[in-house]
């Protein structure tokens, strides 16, 4: 994406070629490979991949949470709201991280502490951010907790003491509580039950509207995308393959990796006998293939698609994809 | 409904535990005819997984039977037991931790031949492992290979394969691509499916996946506390839902697309505790529809239409999109 087709004046954050590498015994692994993300106000992007594309590690980036030594930010810059992220010293980033900018993690049963009460939990960020004294941000946390659909006495009992769905809605109720600008949730239901994830969903919409907050979700499921997001970036082997609005991508989407996903799940509807699988494994990030990373599962690879790797195509001023099949405005290939 | 392999019939299985009885599974009822496959939904703590595992004795049930090819299993005794699970198998959840990580992938695949005593002479024995890697799709040359070496989809398909070292009739799949991603687990159940037709196989197939399900099997039981609270052809399940909670869980999946999206139905609340349940409808709590009866009477499992059961007191009133119908008070039959 060139920066020069968004209006920087909108966005509340903006991923500029982002490099990340992991220093390991096998190898360097490159876990993002120069990916540009730009969430505008309000809005929110989903982040779509299968395991080990390199969707956290994007998000850890942006609270500059990559682990270090063995994490490193190669190259690129993270603008939040203008001002860039990875040039912050550690207390700056003490300041924006659970004020500005919040997380939701995958495992509500392993993200909260088991030995504070939830309503301690609640109060830190507040007490932190807004410099308030405890007994006003425990009066704050009750608040929260009965936003998210919790009783607000119950502010005194332990995470042990409240079922999966429960627990993610306090996660949630610790991540709004300095009501955040942006929002980075990192695969918020996976661990729950679907009717405990439509609830979940539901209050996620819910709250986004209410306060404005832009949201970065990561996630694998196409479903939840079409449910919360805005914008779509399909990412692979650390690429972003495929980007585009929720129309461009579930209606017209270009990429064969994209189009690979959608074929791969079982229809709800209607049962066929066969699942289309991509064929092959996600690629070994110590030793990413040449050209296009997905050129050794694509079933349309040519050439060039060996040792070239393609660059941003613009099919539309929303529309954008990295396959040698397209050219700039070019539609309707596949 | 001649060729019945399994009948399983009113199935207890209760835990004691320190504040009274845990109901895991509490008279649930079913058979499967051969060559068949009976999906097995429901949420977490639902009890899918203790009836798999009561149905091979892993777990003993507390009351009923299970009778498989006119024997019923529950009265065997050690010795006969271990020579019907020849006949049974299971393939668990998660490829991670269900492969002992010190053995390779040959003595992993050999095992339960060795233990059934089925192939003595080593060398033919060899072939065999050879034979079930080919048949899983596992290359030769991974064959000392240990399973930390391998991806979630490798494994998965070794614990195929050791399912299938003993020829058995019947398999219990307990969330077998759960742990995999979409373009992986697209593979596993087309080899599932394959296999399953080559040889014959009934399965019982357990999952939380309501997508996944629909495609894999040729009857679904939907599982709540316990409870069996609707089983039915599965495309008859998708296209009439009865039971007010199949209703909600359905509508409950994320679908990827953008158009003609479902309408969600939101459930109030959360699951009720399985310790000492209590009578009445263990759904009453949730229930959209849940009238006083439901909280004092246990309605019975009732056939509305051929094959089609639902155990609800209004289940005639929710038939055939009349949802909206005021509900008069009607008792369950059947």
Redesign the interface.
């Known amino acids: 994406m060139d920066a020069k087709k968004v209006n920087t004046q909108e966005n509340t954050l903006e991923i500029k070629n982002l490099e990340i590498e992991y220093f390991s015994d096998d190898g360097i692994v490159k876990a993002v490979n120069g990916i540009d993300i730009f969430i505008k106000t309000g809005k929110t992007i989903g982040l779509v991949g299968?395991?080990g594309a390199g969707k956290t590690t994007t998000a850890l980036s942006i609270l500059n949470l990559v682990p270090e030594p063995q994490g490193k930010i190669v190259s690129g810059e993270i603008l939040l709201e203008g001002k860039n992220v990875l040039t912050m010293n550690e207390d700056e980033l003490e300041d924006i991280r659970g004020d500005k900018v919040a997380m939701i993690f995958q495992d509500p049963m392993t993200s909260l502490n088991p030995v504070l009460t939830i309503g301690d939990q609640i109060a830190e960020g507040l007490e932190i951010h807004r410099k308030i004294s405890k007994k006003e941000s425990i009066k704050q946390a009750k608040e929260m907790l009965e936003l998210v659909g919790i009783p607000g006495d119950r502010a005194g009992e332990y995470p042990y003491q409240f079922?999966?769905?429960?627990k993610q809605r306090v996660v949630i109720a610790i991540a709004l509580a300095c009501s955040p600008d942006l929002l980075i949730a990192d695969e918020p239901t996976t661990a729950l039950?679907?009717?405990?994830?439509?609830?979940v969903?539901?209050l996620i919409n819910e709250l986004k509207d209410k306060y404005r907050m832009s949201m970065l979700m990561i996630t694998?499921?196409?479903?939840?995308?079409?449910?919360v997001c805005d914008e779509v970036s399909v990412i692979y082997a650390g690429n972003i393959l495929e980007h585009g609005n929720?129309?461009d991508i579930?209606?017209n989407m270009l990429h064969p990796y994209t189009k690979?996903?959608?074929d791969?799940?079982?229809?709800?509807?209607t049962?066929?006998?066969?699942?289309?699988?991509?064929k092959g494994?996600?690629p070994d990030p110590t030793n990413l293939p040449s050209g296009c990373p997905f050129h050794p599962r694509c079933d349309y690879a040519m050439e060039v698609c060996f040792s070239v790797m393609p660059g941003n195509k613009w099919i539309s001023s929303t529309h954008c994809v990295q396959c040698h099949l397209y050219k700039d405005t070019d539609k309707n290939m596949l | 409904m001649n060729d019945i392999l399994l009948d399983v019939k009113c199935l207890k299985k209760y835990y004691k535990v320190p504040k009274g009885i845990l109901h895991a599974v509490d008279g649930v009822s079913f058979s499967i005819e051969k060559g068949k496959t009976l999906g097995i939904v429901g949420?977490?703590g639902c009890g899918k997984t203790t009836v798999g595992r009561a149905i091979l004795r892993l777990v003993e049930p507390t009351d009923g039977s299970v009778i498989f090819d006119g024997i019923d299993i529950l009265k065997l005794n050690k010795k006969e037991m271990r020579n019907m699970r020849k006949e049974m198998q299971l393939i668990f959840q998660d490829p991670f931790s269900s492969l002992n990580p010190r053995k390779t992938i040959a003595q992993t695949i050999e095992e339960p031949i060795i233990l059934a005593n089925m192939i003595p002479d080593k060398d033919k024995r060899f072939m065999r492992v050879i034979e079930l890697m080919e048949i899983v799709g596992l290359a030769e040359r991974l064959i000392n290979t240990y399973p930390h070496e391998l991806?979630?989809?490798r494994r998965q398909r070794i614990g195929i394969a050791r399912a299938l070292a003993v020829n058995p009739r019947f398999i219990i799949c307990d969330e077998p691509v759960s742990a995999l991603?979409?373009?992986?687990?697209?593979?596993i159940?087309?080899l599932m499916?394959k296999i399953q037709r080559e040889n014959d196989l009934t399965y019982i197939f357990i999952t939380?996946d309501?997508?996944?399900v629909?495609?894999?099997s040729d009857d679904i039981a939907v599982m709540y506390l316990g409870r069996l609270v609707e089983k039915a052809p599965?495309?008859e399940l998708?296209l009439n839902p009865v039971h007010p909670y199949t209703q909600?869980?359905l509508?409950?999946?994320?679908?990827?697309?953008?158009?003609n999206?479902p309408k969600?139905i939101?459930?109030r609340g959360?699951?009720k505790s399985p310790i000492n349940p209590g009578s009445g409808c263990r759904f009453a709590n949730r229930c959209n529809y849940a009238e006083p009866v439901c909280s004092q009477e246990e309605p019975v499992l009732g056939e509305i239409e051929p094959n089609h059961f639902v155990s609800c007191h209004f289940c005639h009133n929710f038939n055939k999109g009349r949802q909206n119908v005021p509900l008069p008070k009607v008792c369950a039959e059947g």
């Open positions: 299968e395991t079922s999966g769905g429960m039950d679907v009717t405990i994830q439509a609830q969903l539901m694998h499921d196409l479903g939840i995308v079409a449910e929720l129309k579930f209606d690979g996903l959608f791969a799940l079982p229809d709800i509807e049962r066929r006998s066969e699942l289309k699988p991509i494994l996600t | 949420e977490s991806d979630g989809g991603d979409v373009s992986i687990q697209a593979q159940l087309n499916k939380h309501l997508s996944v629909n495609h894999f599965s495309e998708f909600a869980l509508s409950a999946i994320p679908v990827p697309r953008i158009h999206r969600r939101l459930l959360e699951i």
